[in-house]
């Protein structure tokens, strides 16, 4: 078993992570460039603060609605086709949103992302799933997880000097021109992924997807993975608007303080997966759930703050985001069918891009700013909610792990 754990992954696995780190990377950094860009889009747009949830839970929505849309029919194609045709769309989507000029245009354009963008993820979880064996899936969710550390070294800081120095649509225009690099490498380097296709029967798409929502097991994985993603976007659209407005931090201190983050987050992904190979993965879940508790609460209740005092905090909550990530992505990864698992990944990001939108709207309602210069008031809420949230994500991602030990069994 030990020696099966330690397998060294051959040339074309080396190159799929590759490939599948580098989508994810600008997929999260185009949902992530959003919250650094919160306090310049609120000045530059006039946004009043608790209106600019709607951009953000525009694309959370509208990536909900596609999911549930394709899930009938995610495991009747090839993975490839698939993950090439959305993340087209979503180079189109990222255009239009360095194009925007009113809140009402950059709304639509964070819709048009989604539809495409919010189904990227499922798709490479499937590819995955579908290559890798559970004791080899730790170590592939934490490289291709990665992307979430390296949006914050490169993307979001080098995003935010762009902002800085041209414009707040630079950034997009950046993604952009990365992403259809992506597409190239993706149309000839990446092979068909269709052994699931053999095992399909020929039922209706609307009755697969049905027969996958109805079975138990499965809901119990998407509510935690829903649940786990309230949390994440309730404390990110706002985080720099409260950094900025009650901690002091300068827009010049933002690059340096995502940069920070992001080399704790590509130094302790790929960590906590090997991590989550070897350990209990709930175990290190649960220990990562109790430290976002405590971080929530104390950090959305300070004031002005030092910077380097920031810095710590920052770190501290990345690494407590990323210790419950890794484990609860390859926990519920394991939770389908091989032949129920395109439908599965796809109504699962749906539901975790809905629970998304969900939170982010609740945040909006939570806090208020008085000018576009004033505090951010009711954040300390949200910290508040962020903790709950957390408690109840700790009773059903351990009911999961009860799924997958019956199955393995």
């Known amino acids: 078993m030990q020696t099966e754990k330690k397998a060294p992954f051959t040339p074309y696995e080396r190159l799929v992570i590759l490939i599948l780190a580098f989508t994810q990377f600008t997929i999260i950094l185009d949902f992530m460039v959003m919250s650094p860009l919160g306090d310049m889009l609120i000045k530059a747009m006039d946004i009043r603060a608790n209106s600019f949830a709607l951009a953000v839970s525009a694309y959370a929505f509208s990536a909900g609605a596609s999911g549930l849309l394709t899930a009938g029919f995610a495991d009747k194609y090839d993975r490839k086709k698939l993950l090439l045709f959305f993340y087209i769309g979503f180079v189109i989507g990222t255009l239009l949103c360095g194009l925007a000029n009113t809140l009402f245009t950059l709304v639509a354009a964070r819709v048009i992302t989604g539809l495409f963008g919010g189904v990227i993820g499922a798709i490479s979880m499937a590819i995955i799933t579908d290559l890798f064996t559970l004791e080899k899936r730790g170590r592939v969710m934490g490289v291709v997880q990665m992307g979430f550390g390296a949006s914050q070294v490169l993307g979001i800081p080098i995003g935010l000097f762009i902002a800085n120095r041209w414009g707040w649509e630079m950034p997009f225009f950046m993604i952009s021109v990365l992403a259809i690099l992506i597409v190239i490498a993706i149309a000839c380097w990446l092979r068909p992924v269709t052994e699931h296709l053999a095992l399909q029967s020929k039922e209706n798409s609307l009755v697969h997807l049905y027969r996958t929502i109805a079975n ?194």
């Open 216 to 409: 138990g097991d499965y809901r119990i994985g998407m509510a935690a993975t829903a649940l786990l993603s309230i949390g994440g976007f309730m404390l990110m659209p706002y985080a720099t608007v409260f950094a900025v407005n009650n901690l002091g931090i300068s827009h010049e201190q933002l690059p340096v303080l995502f940069m920070v983050s992001g080399c704790f987050s590509l130094v302790m992904m790929p960590a906590l997966g090997k991590l989550s190979d070897r350990i209990d993965k709930y175990k290190l879940f649960a220990i990562a759930s109790i430290g976002l508790m405590f971080m929530s609460i104390f950090y959305t209740q300070l004031g002005p703050t030092p910077f380097w005092v920031v810095l710590v905090f920052n770190v501290l909550i990345t690494t407590t985001v990323i210790g419950r990530m890794v484990p609860s992505t390859a926990l519920v990864s394991a939770v389908p069918e091989q032949k129920d698992r395109g439908a599965f990944m796809s109504i699962n990001s749906s539901l975790q891009q809905i629970a998304g939108g969900v939170g982010a709207t609740i945040a909006g309602m939570l806090v208020s700013q008085a000018g576009k210069d004033s505090v951010l008031a009711g954040y300390n809420y949200v910290g508040i909610v962020v903790a709950c949230v957390s408690c109840i994500s700790l009773l059903l991602l351990y009911l999961v792990k009860r799924i997958v030990m019956r199955k393995s069994s």
